[in-house]
């Protein structure tokens, strides 16, 4: 009876045995001590509280968004770090400082968290920070839902790291293929983490994919036709367009999976009349899209910045929506190609493979039309240019891959070996990773008013290409010798070892690259007094979001932007006439509320209910959800109205392209 | 310009602005249907896979009684009926019939609900759960999943009861209900499926 | 002259990388691209025809990147420069059709080597063919001779130019099984059979592994394929067959509990229907494996 309060907590074996989990668990726990406590000395609760935990602002929220993100990259990265270490000296008679478990468990993590928390948080914090300024709107459709979306990401994010220190995590790779996932080859709380952090991340997801499907439809600024959107605008609704179509399946399958393990059905498992090939299958047709969700804002993001340094207008502008378009619908075609070796017929096999590879026609396209907009432009080689040229070269070599992995023969020599592991690093690194630094780059003085040092940028770009070569080249050679992914040891007759420790020097480079980004925001931050953006526009950009001061104030836009081009701003800064100041309006913006996070925290202890066995607590979580929501709609007005006298005063203190005060 | 004349100018602007808040809900949830469509197509992917991995436990065909299904079936379209023509009434801003239709659509789906619930524990006392065979977990999931939307479906009714009787039919109210409405005839829609496909088609057509 | 001196010395250090990584590959195995089989020969054709065509994209896009990052440079006034000009039908048309044009040449070579190289399409051959049947088990893998009356673990022998025919499924997770030299690899499940044909037209012995996490032990799970000569291949027939153990319904079972880095084993009279039993496990409740075989 009283038992079952406690849950999986009675079965013992709840903290890590490992010292170096339980360690960084320790250091976790030790700088959550610290920095709250810096928040009590400095007094800083109620701020926090009013500027940043309640807050429906997209810029903020994309702030939070990327902060957490880069906390995750770096745990993702250690987690990196951990695993070239092992396979660089775990050969022969020696075996590594970690077990086999343990470094399943690393590898499991990193994938993990470098997909769910890394790459999404930086792309929706990146989309949160841009997309209303770019198509001139004050914030996105649902501002309380793009809140909750955010504490939903971070309570997930929380979660999977308490898997440091309570209980283990999923050893079973990072889309935990069943029956291995299954409570019969898994039994302790690592895959319920696993289920739990990315079920509650993915449903924030859903939620964002939803809002700003409609912030683009619904949202634009007065003259902007879906044809004269800029094209990161594109990629954003593209990319949301497949989150809305392929979260769901994730939300089912997950949901599936912890049936399976917590009620004991039979979805996925090894009899009982389950069916894994099933899982395979749903968790890819989520699986391959969620690549060109990552993916497509970056190519909308290199599409700016080529653009924008170019000082040229962007070539082919038409051809770009329409392969931005074509990708997007391809890419729900083409699932099966993860798992040729399945058996599958010739026929199955065949046809997904030639539907694999048409997805390299837009994205060709796309290449060349970058190229041509360089064509007769200005190029300046700022750092965001250095990742595109960095992007050209690896994603183009990481494309050729794919066209051999595309080929269901070839893909039985190359499947599951360090071939395909080098291949999606470099589409996901060199397109995924490149194009969101330089996003961050470019975007850096929109929202903080200074600009990144640009030698330090130049120099982490660098370090990070050749630490890339010299780390995946590698891989790629260790695939055609035999070498299979997640192996924590090998025999020393096979000759890898070589290999391996190239591998680790990359990784080591990388992490120089990672620590001059990180000495770059430190210093910049120290010597922002002599990289003010005053202008609003530091890059002679093109696009809306540049047509407001620097940082761009609350409101975004003092009255909104009308367009008639494509190019709004190149436009407005080259018109002959300069345009009418128009007339100054009360402003309508939402409320702060504390709604989301306390959603986020009921989800986080339902998670943490469900992962543990503890009933009670999940169902707390469940009934705390349907509370807060419950009263949020019921109650009274959201938005608070800005005075024109108020504007007029925020007005007066910013400097702007254009004076309104 | 006068301040009569910007007074108005504000009002009209303010309006317009309401209007496309209107819109702008109706579109997101217009969306948000979508996904959840999209959830729902997996677990019927789920179910036409796993429809025949009885592992030797009961067929669909020995399980359904297509009666009782359809039973609830009507009940559930004659509530999407009822919440038809509460929207109706909104429209002609009459309350007390807005409140009467919320009730007996509540009502209707609550007894839908209870039906469901009555055949899930029967199956279960007789052996036949979810743990028996990867048809049955197929099958309770499907089933069970659009249970748990039509219980939020029931929640959201009472909280519009709760609205309409405080507010009145107010501009809010009246866009809440109406996603509402568009809501449970969603369910409605998706219940018409997995009678079709769950009963009808894997039950076999045995009456 | 600083230019030249840079260019020298990155030329030098590729020549360098480049010597040091042909003499390191010459001197190690690379199975995918050296192989000894005749479907893994095959597929390693199919892929340097890919990528031949793969370069007619790729060649233009590096050295179009060069040409035109160094042509335009902001430094670069005497550079055209014509910000407005942003759309040419013709090239546009050109970087849809060409690539176009690749993919339908190698969709035409997809689709048939998709047929030809099938895993499950028997290999054409004069003499008989060998058929193993493989089980992965938790973290070892044993091969059946139905035919021989043997069994092995973590051991695959098989006559040189001699198809061999392998059913495949898994008594635990889901595996992957492959021998890089010789062909493809294919996953072994739980309650599926999935099979592979491959020729081995070399004499060797090759690694082989499973190519698909399966829990802890699962890095160890490699064994080593031979190919020899009919008669030595006989011998270890007959070497097999004098084993102590004859693989009984409790010996297999003793034999599938977990274990880790397993050394060769060999075994005699494998129970008749071993194979199928194992699998039916997986389809009914209550089946057990005594029951399963034929006695």
């Known amino acids: 009876m009283f038992g079952s309060l406690f849950g999986r907590f009675n079965q013992g074996n709840v903290f890590p045995d490992s010292k170096i989990t339980a360690s960084a668990a320790i250091g976790i726990v030790v700088l959550i001590v610290v920095v709250l406590s810096l928040i009590t000395i400095t007094r800083r609760w109620k701020w926090l509280w009013n500027e940043w935990l309640t807050t429906t602002n997209h810029k903020k929220i994309g702030v939070m968004y990327i902060i957490v993100a880069i906390v995750m990259l770096l745990r993702g990265a250690s987690d990196a770090a951990m695993v070239r270490l092992q396979q660089a000296t775990s050969v022969g008679v020696h075996h590594g400082f970690m077990s086999a478990s343990m470094f399943q468990q690393v590898v499991s993590a990193h994938g993990t968290i470098m997909i769910f928390f890394a790459a999404m948080g930086l792309m929706f914090g990146l989309i949160n920070l841009v997309l209303p300024l770019q198509i001139g709107t004050r914030d996105v459709a649902f501002p309380f839902v793009n809140a909750t979306s955010f504490w939903l990401f971070a309570a997930g994010a929380l979660l999977i790291n308490v898997s440091l220190g309570l209980g283990d995590f999923s050893g079973a790779g990072w889309l935990a293929y069943p029956p291995l996932s ?14 739990w952090s990315l079920q509650i991340a993915g449903i924030g997801s859903l939620m964002s994919g939803i809002n700003f499907i409609t912030t683009i439809m619904k949202e634009r600024a007065r ?8 094209l990161f605008s594109w990629s954003v609704l593209g990319s949301m367009l497949l989150v809305a179509f392929a979260f769901p399946i994730l939300t089912v399958t997950l949901t599936l999976l912890a049936l399976d393990r917590t009620l004991g059905m039979h979805f996925f498992t090894a009899g009982g009349g389950g069916n894994a090939m099933m899982y395979v299958n749903l968790i890819w047709a989520w699986g391959h899209p969620e690549v060109y969700i990552l993916v497509l804002p970056a190519f909308g993001i290199f599409s700016e910045v080529v653009s924008t340094f170019s000082s040229k207008r962007l070539f082919g502008y038409k051809s770009m929506v329409w392969a931005i378009m074509a990708i997007t619908v391809l890419s729900y075609s083409v699932w099966l190609h993860h798992f040729f070796t399945m058996g599958a017929s ?11 590879m048409l997805i390299a026609i837009p994205t060709g396209v796309k290449i060349f039309n970058w190229l041509f907009t360089m064509y007769r432009g200005r190029i300046r080689f700022a750092s965001p240019m250095i990742w595109f040229m960095g992007f050209v070269f690896l994603f183009t070599m990481g494309g050729v891959a794919g066209v051999l992995l595309a080929v269901p023969a070839i893909d039985f020599q190359l499947h599951n070996s360090l071939f395909l592991v080098a291949h999606f690093h470099t589409m996901i690194v060199s397109g995924v990773l490149f194009g969101y630094f330089a996003g961050l780059t470019y975007w850096f003085p929109k929202v903080f008013g200074y600009r990144l040092n640009e030698r330090l940028g130049k120099y982490a770009a660098y370090l990070w290409i050749v630490g890339f070569v010299l780390a995946f080249g590698p891989l ?10 997640r192996l924590d040891h090998y025999s020393a007759a096979t000759g890898w070892h070589v290999m391996f420790i190239a591998a680790g020097i990359g990784g080591a480079v990388i992490a120089c690259g990672i620590g001059v980004q990180i000495i770059q925001v430190i210093y910049s931050y120290l010597k922002r007094d002599s990289t003010r953006d005053i202008t609003g526009d530091p890059w002679n950009a093109r696009s809306l979001e540049w047509s407001t001061a620097s940082p761009a104030p609350f409101y975004n836009f003092a009255a909104l932007p009308v367009v008639s081009s494509r190019d709004a701003f190149w436009e407005m800064k080259h018109a002959k006439k300069r345009p009418e100041i128009p007339e100054l309006e009360p402003l309508h913006l939402p409320k702060n509320t504390p709604a989301g996070l306390f959603i986020a925290t009921f989800a986080f202890l339902f998670g943490f209910g469900m992962i543990w066995h503890l009933w009670w607590l999940a169902l707390i979580g469940v009934l705390g959800i349907i509370m807060t929501v419950l009263i949020r709609v019921t109650s009274g007005e959201h938005e608070e109205t800005i005075s024109v006298k108020q504007l007029k005063e925020v007005e007066a203190s910013l400097t702007n392209w254009r004076d309104y005060a | 310009m006068s301040e009569v004349e910007t007074a108005v100018i504000t009002k009209v602007t303010r309006q317009t602005e309401q209007h496309e808040a209107d819109n702008k809900t109706l579109f997101g949830f217009w969306v948000y249907l979508m996904t959840d469509c999209v959830l729902f197509a997996s677990l019927f992917a789920t179910f036409a896979v796993l429809h025949s991995n009885t592992f030797g436990g009961p067929t669909a065909h020995s399980l359904f009684s297509l009666p009782y299904a359809l039973a609830e079936t009507l009940i559930l379209l004659v509530s999407s009926f009822t919440c038809g023509l509460m929207i109706l009434s909104a429209q002609n801003k009459a309350k007390r019939l807005v409140l009467i239709w919320l009730g007996i659509t509540f009502i209707l789906g609550a007894a839908f609900l209870t039906l469901e619930i009555r055949e899930f524990s029967d199956f279960v006392s007789r052996g036949d759960s979810w743990r028996r065979s990867g048809f049955l977990s197929s099958y309770f999931t499907l089933v069970a999943t659009h249970g748990l939307h039509i219980t939020m479906g029931l929640l959201w009714i009472l909280t519009m009861g709760y609205q309409v009787l405080k507010r009145g039919l107010t501009r ?33 057509l045995n009456i | 002259m600083r230019r030249k001196r840079k260019i020298l010395i990155l030329v030098a250090a590729i020549l360098i990388v480049f010597g040091l990584l042909s003499y390191y590959l010459s001197n190690n195995s690379v199975p995918v691209l050296s192989p000894s089989g005749l479907v893994a020969t095959k597929q390693k054709q199919l892929m340097i025809l890919a990528l031949a065509l793969a370069a007619i994209v790729v060649l233009p896009v590096y050295s179009l990147t060069i040409i035109i990052a160094l042509k335009y440079r902001e430094t670069n006034r005497k550079a055209k420069y014509d910000p407005d000009w ?20 190698l969709s035409v070579i997809t689709w048939k080597s998709s047929h030809s190289l099938n895993p499950y399409k028997p290999l054409a051959s004069s003499g008989k063919t060998l058929n193993v049947e493989v089980v992965a088990l938790d973290w070892k893998w044993l091969f059946i001779y139905p035919q021989q009356g043997v069994a092995s673990v973590n051991r695959l022998e098989m006559p040189v130019s001699t ?43 090759f690694a082989g592994s499973s190519a698909n996490i399966s829990g802890e032990g699962f890095a160890g799970m490699t064994f080593s394929a031979v190919s020899a000569p009919l008669y030595k291949f006989n011998e270890w ?21 977990p274990s880790q880095y397993n050394p060769v084993a060999y075994y005699k009279q494998p129970v008749n229907g071993l194979f199928n039993a194992i699998i039916n496990r997986y389809m009914m409740p209550n089946q057990s494996l005594a029951s399963g075989v034929q006695m």
Request: cysteine-free.
């Open chain 1, 476 to 485: 790629y050679i260790l695939g055609l010798m035999g070498a299979t992914r």
């Open chain 1, 223 to 230: 003259g902007m036709s879906l044809m004269k959107m800029p």
């Open chain 3, 163 to 205: 198809p061999v025919h392998f059913y495949i499924t898994s008594d635990t997770v889901m595996n992957s099984f492959w021998i890089p030299a010789l062909a493809g690899q294919i996953y072994a499940m739980p309650g599926m059979t999935t099979q592979l044909n491959l020729e081995a037209n070399k004499i060797g012995t």
């Open chain 1, 346 to 356: 010739s026929n199955v096999n065949a046809v997904f493979g030639i539907a694999t």
């Open chain 3, 237 to 257: 027939l007959a070497q097999a067959k004098s084993s102590t153990n004859s693989l009984s319904v409790a010996m297999y079972q003793q034999l599938a509990r």
């Open chain 3, 86 to 105: 942003d759309h040419s039908r013709v090239l546009e048309t050109i970087w849809w059709l060409v690539p176009m044009a690749i993919i339908l040449v």
């Open chain 2, 172 to 204: 809010i109210t009246i866009r809440q209900l109406t996603l509402m409405s568009l809501f449970w005839h969603f369910l409605d829609l998706i219940w018409i499926f997995i009678f079709s496909v769950v009963y009808l088609i894997s039950g076999g």
């Open chain 1, 182 to 195: 299954e409570l019969k080859y898994s039994p302790t709380t690592g895959v319920d983490y696993w289920i």
